[in-house]
């Protein structure tokens, strides 16, 4: 049987990685503290954490990679040396890695490297050459599925290898935010804010509204109610068999500042579709149900990225989630009784009933939904919960004190 693709799960905190574990990656990234490309938009690990992310990865066989991908100065590289020997002593597997100082310590240490795709990887001999340093590569997010096909084709003609002795593996982005720059090497947010992107604290410019003024007579034009910066979010879940069919090794799933609800929602998704594709049962009628899933949760829209050959982006018009749902939160978690499979949460906030749909959140739990059938306030049979409520639910997970209970409604 032909290798399936990997697919690769965001980790913004404990409570994503969970639900990327839980649904089916096959590896997942993240960063610690500031030296990567979501230091602002994510809450990001501890150096401490390295050892319990390598556990809960090792744990499902699951492959863990540190994001260390921004732009490193002279005062960084002290901190860059010891977050690479704490991660390599953890037993994490692979840095994603851009600046040259960050690929050659990690090679130092006898680390695997990928290339981000801040390199901007787009043709045959700059694989070449970083496959003296890395085993895997993240192609530019501007190519077409003909472009990647023919650099994964010329890797086997050639039999280009990595420090590992493999032959080179190629990952592209399969699913989430684009920037309208290439491969996010943008510059807006320092200018405008001196907060740079490419140290990983991008203010989001380009995800704002705008009027264009003429100078010469001050006319003001609003361009079709259009968020001229904004690009919609990548999906290649209904050309799957085409991503799958260009050769590449690795999907990645962007997101790691997005909610736990997310990752778990479009990894799940993304796995059935993998796996539905090796199968021979990838089909219209499932691309249509898996698409209607995707869509509730957040999303600015979709589009197929570059990877048809699209010069121009599509824009989106709205500046936040066009989801189909939303959240809200109800309560938290306060004891589980294992024997009785039972969860015992204060309810905080809005009413739950009978027939709802509900999200619970934890470090330790990650994202689990599931429809209440049976409650009990305050230890009585009930159809609904209050605010101030002692609320017991049967629970085909376990929960803690951590956990946070929202239910789901439509947006």
Known sequence: MTQKIELMAPAGNFESLQAGLDNGADSVYFGVEQLNMRARASVNFTMDDLTEIAKRCQEK????????????????LSVVKTLLNRAKQAKITAVIASDQAVIAMARGIGMEVHISTQLNVTNIETIKFYSLFADTMVLSRELSLRQVKSITEQIKKEAIK???????EIEIFGHGALCMAVSGKCYL???SNNSSANRGACKQNCRKKYTVIDQETGFEIEVDNEYLMSPKDLCTLDLLDQVIDSGIQVLKIEGRGRAPEYVATVIKTYRDAIDSYYNGSFSKEKITLWMETLNTVYNRGFWSGYYLGQELGEWSDVSGSLATQKKVYIGKGMHFFPKAAIGQFKIEAYDIKIGDKILVTGPSTGAQEMVIKEMYVNDTVAKKATKGDDCTLKLPFRIRTSDKLYKIVEA
Do not use: A, E, K, M
């Not at 990595?162 to 080179?168: K, R, T």
């Open 61 to 76: 066989n699951v492959r863990s990679y540190l994001t260390l991908n921004t732009i490193i100065y002279d005062h960084d």
């Open 189 to 191: 947010s320092l200018h």
């Open 162 to 168: 990595g420090p590992s002795g493999n032959l080179v």
